[in-house]
C-alpha cells in the first residue's frame, strides 16, 4: 500500500511511503486574506511542522488560493524535486483559511542531515542565453516563462538501493544536482 492516511472529522493526512510526502486537508471556509496575514501565519504553521535542520526562505505566494511556498536551501540555492509537486522534496506549500486556520499542507518528510558536495561530479549547465535558445528550439513557449531559477534537484541515490534509515525505511542517501527551474 503506497499511501498512509489518517482522518478526522474535519482534516485528513496522507503520507505517500514511496517520497515521504505528507500532505494535509483540512475543511475550512476560505475567505481572502491580505498577503501579510497569510505570511504571518504560514511562517507560524512553518515553524510548528517544518523538519529541515538547514534555511528555509518564503519562495512564492498564489494569490488565487492563497498559498506560500517555502523553499528548502543548501550553500544558497533552492532545493527542488523532480516532477512536479507531488516529488517536491524542497518546498512546503501552506494554504491558509479563515482566522489563519492552515487549510492545505504538502511537505516532504525527508532530511538532508550532512549534504556531501565533495564527491559529487562537475557538472555544466547551459548559460541563460544557451539555455533560452534551447527552450526555444525545442518549441517551449518562451512568452510563457515567469522565472528562471538556478537550484539543486533532490534525486535519490541509485547506489543506496537497499540502505535504510531505522526510523523511518527512508534511503538515507541523496544527490544534489545543479539544474535550471524554469517557471
Known amino acids: 500500500k503506497r499511501f498512509e492516511q489518517y482522518y478526522d472529522n474535519v482534516s485528513k493526512v496522507t503520507v505517500d511511503k514511496e517520497t515521504n ?7 475550512s471556509t476560505s475567505v481572502k486574506l491580505d498577503l501579510q496575514d497569510v505570511l ?17 526562505r518564503f519562495f512564492q505566494y498564489n ?25 517536491d522534496f524542497g518546498g512546503t506549500y501552506l494554504t491558509i483559511a ?36 534551447h527552450l526555444d528550439s525545442i518549441g517551449y513557449p518562451i512568452n510563457t516563462i515567469d522565472d528562471i531559477e538556478l537550484g539543486y534537484c533532490w534525486t535519490k541515490n541509485l547506489e543506496s538501493d537497499g540502505l535504510e534509515s531505522e526510523e ?15 517557471f
Open 98 to 133: 479563515k482566522d489563519g486556520v492552515l487549510s492545505r499542507m504538502q511537505m516532504s518528510l525527508v532530511i538532508a542531515q550532512t549534504p556531501v558536495f565533495d564527491e559529487m561530479a562537475e557538472k555544466r549547465l547551459l548559460n541563460g542565453s544557451e539555455l533560452i535558445a
Open 21 to 27: 510526502i505528507l500532505t494535509y486537508n483540512r475543511s
Open 63 to 87: 494569490n488565487t488560493k492563497q498559498q506560500v511556498v517555502y523553499r528548502r536551501y543548501i550553500e544558497g540555492f533552492p532545493v527542488f524535486g523532480r516532477g512536479g509537486m507531488e516529488n
Open 168 to 182: 523511518s525505511g527512508a534511503n538515507t542517501i541523496v544527490d544534489f544536482e545543479p539544474s535550471w527551474y524554469i
Open 40 to 56: 504571518k501565519y504560514s511562517i507560524s504553521e512553518l515553524k510548528d511542522f517544518e523538519v529541515w535542520t538547514g534555511k528555509i
